[in-house]
């Protein structure tokens, strides 16, 4: 019997995507961002532990970073356990517009990130600290228009200067977005990432907003966990039609 390599393992099991959206203009220098990488150095870490432990799903990821332009870590997104995090660094504008519209183009199996296998729901993590330099709301609002982007589980980490109800519009709910500050960011990201992984992975047994509550609860401890939702009854069938047979 042929061994299975770790490819063809990967691809027989559900992908779950994860993007992270990180702001890496100039107001993020020193703290803010080195706050972001070394709250991920430390989570990829314990995803990957997880993964190895749990073969329900692969973690897929990839980061893209927006300033005055925008650029992906990576060409396509990684297995968690072959993904390795390059630090940021932060400077110039906040084309925040210009990362809804590459999202946009990415969310798609023609020509996007999600072409290979059949996918989980993605899970979508935006973290900013300011207002968009460009056109984002035009951007904003073709995305919303995107299937997996309506179908994905977005949380928005909120940092002091960005515009609360654009990050609303964006998750499309107020319990999705974390406000914090620049002392609670490293551990905040760290939980928000891990917990994404584990319980985002497992989304399919999950409703959609049931699985947000969940990864952001420990952060946000005043959010509901959604009570899961009875599977809808059997339609009725009639028997009146029915000839039943005689009993001798």
């Known amino acids: 019997m042929p061994i299975k390599t770790s490819t063809q393992e990967i691809g027989a099991r559900p992908l779950t995507p994860i993007f992270f959206l990180i702001d890496t203009s100039g ?20 995803i990957k532990n997880f ?13 893209l970073e927006f300033s005055t332009g925008i650029k992906w870590m990576s060409e396509k997104p990684i297995n968690v356990e072959d993904f390795k995090w390059y630090d940021l660094q932060a400077s110039g504008l906040t084309a925040m517009g210009a990362a809804f519209g590459e999202l946009n183009n990415k969310l798609s199996r023609k020509g996007g990130f999600l072409q290979e296998h059949a996918n989980n729901a993605p899970i979508i993590i935006l973290l900013t600290d300011g ?3 460009d056109n984002a709301q035009s951007e904003l609002d073709a995305l919303k228009e995107n299937k997996w982007f309506s179908y994905a589980i977005k949380i928005a980490i909120e940092l002091p200067g960005a515009i609360h109800s654009s990050l609303v519009e964006f998750v499309g709910s107020e319990e999705g977005v974390i406000p914090t500050d620049t002392n609670k960011l490293k551990k905040l990201l760290q939980v928000i990432a891990i917990n994404s992984a584990k319980i985002g992975s497992q989304s399919s047994t999950r409703g959609k907003a049931n699985t947000t509550a969940t990864i952001v609860k420990p952060v ?3 959010v509901t966990i959604p009570e899961p939702q009875p599977e809808p009854a059997p339609t009725a069938v009639s028997y009146t039609h029915l000839t039943l047979p005689t009993i001798a």
């Open 27 to 46: 107001s993020m220098v020193n703290d803010p961002i080195e706050a972001v990488n070394a709250a991920m150095r430390e989570a990829i870490p314990e």
């Open 51 to 63: 993964a190895q432990e749990n073969a329900d799903s692969s973690i897929m990821i990839n980061v």
């Open 131 to 133: 207002a968009p330099t």
């Open 220 to 222: 946000k401890p005043e």
